[in-house]
């Protein structure tokens, strides 16, 4: 079932994302991935079928593997089924929700890179460095760092998250804090790849969201997914351009001949660029975690 918005009567939605829906359950979320995509800061009207469904399953796959890392939000995937007051809704819920425990968010996101791209390309293409550290000279666009980096952003209420030194963090939260969180999410990184890299894939980059659930240090929102990352396949990569995205290259391809000015809503996809990408996101599920999603 492809599902574009969640419609679950009885719960009270709390926030509409991009992709994601979040109902309130007391003490703890209900989050839904849905099939919405985003391009270009757009959601597009047109929706890939199963892309909650791989988001929210490769969360729950990394969020097992990397619990001895650190804690994270995770309560029930409903692969043994649903609470009660869900069940009417198992259609709508089936691998793409998962119930988590509320956290007090901490309002950053801790992003680490080991491979120079996107804004992390453009602060050391003006002033050489990355998040105000100097890096050595000579790098190209999607060259590996000599180690990984953490690269904190400020999560604004407004408007775009906001690339910030380290030292700023510190400065915001503290210096124990600042350094546990530099130092678990590069932990966490350092896994994701290895791991990814057997499976012939990249993690270029990754951010991770914490919060505090009963005064616990804990992962929560997504985890290694492709909204929350950058993929590339080893066999497609080529330092000193920009890298083919593995799951939404087709869609930027298309949507940049369209014709479209990216400043007004964005026109509906071809079955063909939709059909295309939904077997990149499956095949990514498969890839990194060696199974088929049933879907
Ligand atoms: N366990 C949790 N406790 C409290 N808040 C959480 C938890 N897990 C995730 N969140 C927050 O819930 C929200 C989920 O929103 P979501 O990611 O769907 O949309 P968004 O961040 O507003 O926009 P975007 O679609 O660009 O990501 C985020 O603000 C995230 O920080
Ligand atoms: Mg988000």
Redesign the pocket.
């Known amino acids: 079932m492809t599902v574009t918005e969640t419609r679950l009567d009885d719960l009270r939605l709390i926030?509409r994302?991009?992709?994601?829906?979040?109902y309130d359950l007391g003490d703890s979320?209900l989050?839904v991935a849905t099939d919405r995509l985003?391009a270009f800061d757009w959601v597009l009207p047109t929706p890939i079928p199963d892309r909650g469904k791989v988001l929210t399953s490769l969360s729950v796959y990394w969020f097992h593997k990397l619990r001895d890392i650190v804690p994270n939000?995770l309560i029930n995937d409903g692969s043994d089924g649903w609470p009660e007051e869900l069940r009417p809704y198992s259609d709508q819920l089936d691998k793409r929700a998962m119930i988590?425990?509320?956290?007090?968010?901490i309002d950053y996101e801790c992003v680490v890179r080991g491979y120079i791209t996107g804004s992390g390309w453009a602060e050391y293409q003006e002033h050489g460095t990355l998040a105000g550290k100097p890096l050595p000279e000579g790098l190209r666009d999607g060259d590996r760092l000599p180690e990984p980096v953490f690269t904190p952003a400020r999560?604004n209420e407004e408007g775009h998250d906001e690339n910030i030194s380290v030292e700023t963090l510190e400065n915001e939260v503290g210096r124990e804090l600042a350094t546990r969180l530099g130092d678990i999410s590069v932990r966490l990184y350092q896994a994701g790849l290895e791991h990814a890299s057997e499976r012939g894939i990249i993690l270029a980059d990754t951010k991770f969201?914490f919060?505090f659930?009963d005064g616990e240090l804990?992962l929560?929102?997504?985890a290694l997914t492709p909204?929350s990352s950058r993929f590339w396949l080893k066999s497609e990569y080529q330092p000193g351009r920009s890298q083919p995205s593995l799951d939404k290259q087709f869609v930027r391809d298309w949507l940049s001949g369209s014709g479209w000015d990216k400043n007004s809503p964005p026109p509906e996809l071809p079955a063909d660029v939709v059909e295309a990408t939904r077997s990149r996101y499956l095949e990514a599920y498969r890839l990194i975690t060696g199974e088929e999603l049933a879907v």
Request: aromatic share 0%; proline share 0%; no cysteine.
């Open positions: 926030h994302g991009k992709v994601r829906d979040t979320l989050m985003s939000h988590v425990r509320r956290a007090k968010r999560k969201e919060g659930v804990t929560i929102d997504e909204d």
